[in-house]
């Protein structure tokens, strides 16, 4: 069976990681607002949503759903970084969701719409947590509780079912619950900044 094309970029969603490309998987509570918002970047090459971080393979939606299988909703990326760099993405992901809530982004409540970030390697680890500590004390600044976003090795990625990937391509009017909390995060933070 033929992989299905990513209906904004046309390649096809099983497509190998070009030489010289990066990944990355976050998570921010639906995956449909995340998906799309990181679609739109300059320099992200393909997106797919699917479900990470699990006990159960190859999970349904419906499962996930149930709380049954640990999994968070969760975008894979493939980017070149030399036109976007990871703490571009950082910032990106830190600015557009609540990430002190737990278990919930706004109205959508369970441990699959949790905050995390799946990292590739050593850099993207040391990058991650960086940018939490930073990102921390800027909440904090602004009276919001502790980050409890996650920061694990990457897991088994379980692509979503096909009507699900550019879902709000598909149904321009669809549901997307990402809020931030309007504070600004630092692209690239030193240690001395925080």
């Known amino acids: 069976m ?18 010289g490309f990066d990944q990355a998987i976050f ?34 939606y419906k499962q996930v759903c149930n709380g049954d299988t640990g999994h968070a909703e969760v ?15 950082l910032q990106i992901f830190w600015e557009n969701h609540n990430p002190t809530q737990g278990n919930r982004q706004g109205n959508d409540v369970g441990s699959q719409y949790r905050s995390v970030i799946m990292y590739f390697n050593d850099s993207q680890k040391a990058a991650a947590e960086l940018s939490k500590a930073d990102y921390g004390n800027r909440l ?3 009276g919001f509780h502790a980050i409890t976003t996650q920061i694990l090795p990457a897991a088994p990625f379980y692509p979503a079912h096909e009507d699900h990937q550019q879902y709000l391509d598909r149904y321009p009017d669809g549901y997307c619950g990402l809020r931030g909390t309007g504070v600004q995060a ?7 900044e925080i």
């Open 2 to 19: 033929t992989a299905p094309l990513h209906l904004i970029y046309g390649r096809p969603l099983d497509a190998p990681v070009p030489k």
């Open 27 to 60: 998570g921010m509570g639906c995956y449909w607002g995340v998906e799309r918002l990181f679609w739109k970047q300059d320099g992200i090459w393909l997106t797919e949503v699917g479900f990470a971080g699990g006990t159960v393979p190859d999970p349904t």
């Open 75 to 89: 975008v894979r990326l493939i980017y070149d970084s030399s036109r976007i760099s990871y703490e571009r993405l």
């Open 140 to 142: 904090a600044v602004e």
């Open 186 to 192: 630092c692209a690239s933070p030193t240690p001395e």
